[in-house]
């Protein structure tokens, strides 16, 4: 925690001065040991004024940790509202309430299989379930309305097939590749993701230092839980960072982020361009009620709450007149790429080549944002035979990001033209559950699975993927089946094999 | 209760009295504190005699109240049946048995979860199975046969999928549109649907109040437990309500309900197309039997009990002759707009436009009537590119209804071309659960969502919607996946995740 | 039981007589009061020597009863072996072990549900799956192999929709159509299915009874456990019945039943082509190996037991060498109507065309035959196209079987070409579950599912069925979805509605 | 057990002497009661050091026997290591723990079902899984990455459904055919699998005795538990066997096999061309984890155990580098016909017939190499038009592995224009549950299958099948349906049969 606050003080404050303020009138909150007063703050407060009244006249550190990099206090409060340090010692140490749910989280991390178990990508998301906090689960896991487009995204890769060559000398596997003039090992690099401290309390440095060890880019986000500066510190040498730009409504902001980014060596920018509004998840949202208990009566229409779980508690600054007309002055503010992230038609594809751009990202945001947004991967397989046709494919990098799970994916996206893959919860669910090893041993199994299917589709180097390596004839099928005849099924006996002798 | 009879009587009849004649030979029953004869009317009761002879002479108000529009005592029995007040005091009130159902229930009401845990319309669904009365949630659950066409309503909506454009300005969104000239502020209407007060003792005019609050149209049934009257009169200032019409065979009482309706300020006439005969909901009838019981050993086949759920006992008079050649009669004694409700296939549109109807509801009943019937969304796909082809799109509104959910959903049919869609079951859900705030907090959850996904699709006003922000290629393909092989299934021994180390 | 057998004898034979023949080297039986020696047909009996020998010595009437026709005896066993009557008072009664699947079968029968709980086809089977005997159900509900064609059959129906027509009058509807020249009630007919004694002690009788209350038409087996003549003196008045025929190796004796038929006033002879050889069914198979118990302990390979279940134990004597080459020969020896029972490829019904018989069923048996076949209304939706395309559409009548529950599937047969369709399991299910009244009910349900469902396609009669009423474009897609990855689900954490508060 | 080895001795060594040398800076194991020093071997073990050191100054017999072909101390272990003779009465008999797996495991076994209750190839697959050990299992039973392509393998047949035709002669059955010019009784063989020992004691030699009995051909696997000659000699008389071949990267070891292969007799050899790297197999890697036992604490990411279960283990010689440019060596080695096992697209098909081998097998490893790559069958299907359109149907022969379970597979893959298909895991998984007599009869039911699914889809020979007997519309397609929305599910009220009567 660097806090370059100039207020020096003589006497530190107690913790019963900071006990007074424990109504919505007037509302102090400790925080790393210094007194806040946030009274005025309250209504403008993203998550709503109820959290924070919660922790009126009390210490806030814990729960606020995690959701608020370290410059949010000096950026959002105005400084006479920074009341200066606190003598912790004088600060009533709350007894928790014994929590049934917190005490099996605990066990269950005492029973964490250990990291060698863990043989894939999903294996770290079983074990990341078990032991996560239930909020930070909710908020990592969570997709838009019906999570149908969370679950497609993986699925859709399930609909291409390979069509291997076989006889083709595979000793050599070459499995580095090229982004945005960078070299890197393996065509993969982590994309940005919010509020890396629910997870691992280092938060996203773990990812960088992770990314620098396999040698492959990490995508900065806007709303780390670290800040940018704690994260490009982190890297090592001449590693490579992207900066991932939710735009802010005041262009200024906007402004002084991408210039800091350019100064501290930032080779990519990626504007978020699928989140005009941050997506309401119901299961993020449904996840706080555990905090109201189960006595809570009211049901009165009026007073709807409308805090809606952690991701749009961050998110109120995103500006939604975002538009092409805006691309020019991006261009001209940066000299750093620019990547449209979260583009999701071959039109805007087009549009994004005229417009000037370097890259785009065929994204859903994770199956966060739209429900029943197509996977990146289908939009991809819609985009490149339409550039092949029109004589564009060279103009423009293509990435696509959401659910990769196996090298597998990552070669399908090459195979039908992709310059590389982001790759984000899966990294998440690794330092979640093991820190740095986790994220270390999750990149080195991506790395053994690809290493075998390029040799298992016999080609030495990524460049030489393309299309007559897959079969996507099933890929842009979005089918149900006929609901099912409940009735019939229920009476059908099913087939059963042999059956044991009684026991004696 | 409005009773206008004209008897006056000195002295009040006793429960005594009635009690004797508790017979099919002599059967009086008691309603809302009068008392009636009915033995004449035994065979006539849609419902079978059966139901009725369980109250003979005693007090059958609470299983009459829910499922008969509080004039039907005045229309359909005659006068001289109706024997005056009765002296309550002196009817002597039965001891319920103790029902467990009931008792679990009752638990289960007070184990609700609060309205704000209600995060989307299936929420109310899920709450109101568990708290409704199980008759109450078979009737407004229940669907045709094996309520295939019931599922595939919601079902047919996942198979529609979003090709959503960028970097559009969407600061401003305006969910607006008109129905027949009358401007709503989001595109969907109160759809009609029947027996209101086996959700909620007040009825349907908790939802005309939710309609006025978030100025949409409700839709009045024929068959509803208010009356007609009650209903307009629950309307407050400028409120737009529609008048949805079973057809009566005898055309001068449905003549005066057109009248009546018009003249009472209704501006829109709805005719039900799709129900010559009222379908047979299984799970309807089945519900029944909870009162038979389970000593009944008659499985005679001559003597077959005929009553078949709410469904059938309130829909004799509906006339299965209704045809085209009506048509201009309708038009010839009301200035309403007419609209024809329940068309399934293009040939029909296109009859209805040569017929002069303002608009028509491709609809299938909500799935109560013909199995097998495709959904109002899959017809609709079938019936634009028919319209534009011939130059018709502009000649006719067209609504759907069914299996709405999700303000996706709605976008979806909006692309498609619908003008705006009916939502029926879950409003009463939410009304059968939380009554008025229940309805508006539905209400307001499907605004919230309709906002985020129109920004994320990337319109400002439902005019922008069209065909191109969506993907229907797996739209109308019904199938069904080969059986599986169970014996197949039972020995393939799945892949798990990593283990957790054993207990100590 | 009519033994027309002229031994006569003065001395009955004791049970202590029959007991000495209780081995391979002399095995006697009683049956029906009657001993017969079987110690030279053992080797030939179809159903393998094992059975028979656990009664040598013994009454054997309980297990030969339903599965043997009463004329089997004078038909397959020489005069010389039928010693004569037996005294059964000398005859020990066996007490009979205690069995506990049917002491829970016992149970069950007390429980069952009352008819009128049967709202359709489906139900009548989920009663007899509880209260049948095993093995009984095990024969009647089998299929071949994975019984994959067996679900089909009726799946196959779901992927038919409908495209309902809308304002026409349906106030009339007649259900009426003509088969082979006769005109039935309803177009389906009663197919032939082998054993009914296995669900009902009087078997195929009750069949005939129903078909007669109903009017329409029964299919006579050839393995009835009835003899041919019981059935058709079930009949009553001008009661239509049909003949369905396994052609003998030997024929003679097929040349006698048609002959015999036709004599006794069948009305149609349908030929079964499709069981040259009777199916292996293994649910029937496995159902046999509750009699050998749990210690047999060998595993020899040589030693292995080809018997295997009823289906092949009855039906070694038909024909697998029959061809078209004999199609001329029926001609020749009956006047009565001609048809191919079993048919499964357009060429194969215009050969059946060419060869002059008068109709073909397209049919799979059941399911019970070739796992993989297709069903009969997939079939049927191939065949009528072609014929129409050259002409030959009214040269022949179409029936279909197989899958047929709901009025539905019988209409959407209708629409697509057929004159009638065949029901066979569904009236074995409520004839072993509640005897004729079943059957009758079973009957009613389809005609009043009918009537409604005409109704609601807005037809008056079968005549106005045609294919412009249906949407059969996934009939033929046999697709199976990829299969699902196991990990990827168990770690989907799925959405979960409002929870309930927690109880005090 | 032949150990040629020369070395004598006097005194034999004693279990003192050898239990000195248990740690990693000295470490001996006996093996068939001979001491070995494996100090300087153990890095170079492909199954790690790990599970040797568990063995150090012990005997190791059990844990090796099974995954080591006699001959590997031999081939792989410098003579002077070779210590010569132990006094096994010397060395100390471990007292087993108490594995409550393995308890349960016995336990299984004494309640078998016996043999006779096997009726088709899935039930000794469900024997098998239930008393083999569960490493052999896991070996056995896993596959690539999530198992998909493992899955697909046999659901592909699924999705070709026959056209059967009727009236066709079919008393004789001739299922007999001709591979590489030998006669078989029925058109599949005994494809290669490697580790027999690990289901049954006496190895794949239990198989060449299976495939004598019913005259079918057995391949030879490279990586068999018994040695070649073993298996060679366990031929009797003129029966035909096949070499596997994995190619070694020194073709000096490769050329000697080959030669030796040809002297012995071996009439055909296959090259596995899918195979440059043996596959991950997680499940196989997993099952290891239970030897580490539940208290192992380290999960430090630097220590990653690369040990991954026994498929790794024991394929380090294979060359990955083979290509087209050797195939001209190895038909200048061998007079036996050279057939490549794994091709998998047509492209390599023909290929092959340039490249003069004598045929292919259309092959993905039994799903254990490559995930996502597509069944052979549906392979097949691609390959057989093109070569028919290249007038090349004749210049090779087609073979398949893969999922076979059914005799209507194989009838499936004939019509589409397969010789013949392998199948390797049903009789491995016979052979493990059952031993020959299992063998045996899973090779019977598959003749008793096909003789009568030829009968059924009116065949009487394979020359007889063709493509007019199979409608292959849905094979091509890979899709899964839209995610299903679990909320909508959760809430949706399944319809129910009839209910029982509550019990007294």
Known sequence: ??????????????????????????????????????????????????????????????????????????????????????DMKTVEQETKEEDPD???????IQRMPILEQCYNLMDFEAVARRVMKKTAWAYYSSGADDEITLRENHRAFHKIWFRPRILHDVEQIDLSTKMLGTKVDIPFYVTATALGKLGNPEGEVVLTRG?????????????????????IDAAEGDQVQWLQLYVNKNRDITKRIIEHAEKRGCKGLFITVDAPQLGRREKDMRSKFSDVGSNVQDTGGDNVDRSQGAARAISSFIDPA???????????????????????????????????????????????????????????????????????????????????????????????????????????????????????????LLKDEMEMNMRLIGCNNVNQLGPEFIDTRGLSMHTTGVPSDTLGLEIYDPMVGPQEKARL
Chains 1, 2, 3, 4 share one sequence.
């Open 102 to 108: 917190e005490q099996d989280r605990q066990a269950r």
């Open 211 to 231: 990314a620098k060890k396999h040698n492959v880019i990490q995508m900065i986000p806007t709303l780390a839980s670290c800040s940018f500066d704690e994260i």
């Open 1 to 86: 925690m660097n806090h370059p606050s100039n207020d020096t003080q003589a006497v530190k404050l107690t913790g019963a001065d900071i006990a007074k303020h424990n109504s919505r009138e007037s509302c102090w909150v400790i925080i790393h040991g210094r007194a806040y007063d946030v009274t005025e703050f309250l209504p403008e407060h993203p998550g709503g004024p109820k959290v924070i009244l919660k922790y009126a006249g009390k210490d806030a550190t814990e729960e606020y940790e995690p959701i608020h990099p370290p410059d949010t206090l000096d950026k959002f409060l105005d400084k006479s509202k920074h009341l200066g340090e606190v």
């Open 322 to 444: 975002l538009s092409w007309k805006d691309i020019p002055w991006f261009l001209s503010v940066t000299k750093m790429p620019i990547l449209l992230k979260g583009v999701q038609r071959v039109e805007d594809v087009i549009r994004a080549i005229s417009a000037g751009v370097q890259g785009v990202v065929l994204s859903n945001h994770g199956g966060r944002q739209l429900d029943f947004a197509r996977s990146g991967v289908e939009v991809l397989a819609e985009v490149m035979p339409e550039l092949r046709r029109l004589g564009l494919q060279d103009k423009i990098e293509i990435y696509i990001d959401g659910g990769v799970r196996r090298a597998t994916d990552i070669i399908k996206a090459l195979c039908l033209g992709a310059t590389g893959v982001g790759i984000g919860r899966p990294f998440l669910y690794a330092m979640s559950a093991y820190g740095l090893p986790g994220v270390d041993r999750a990149m080195q």
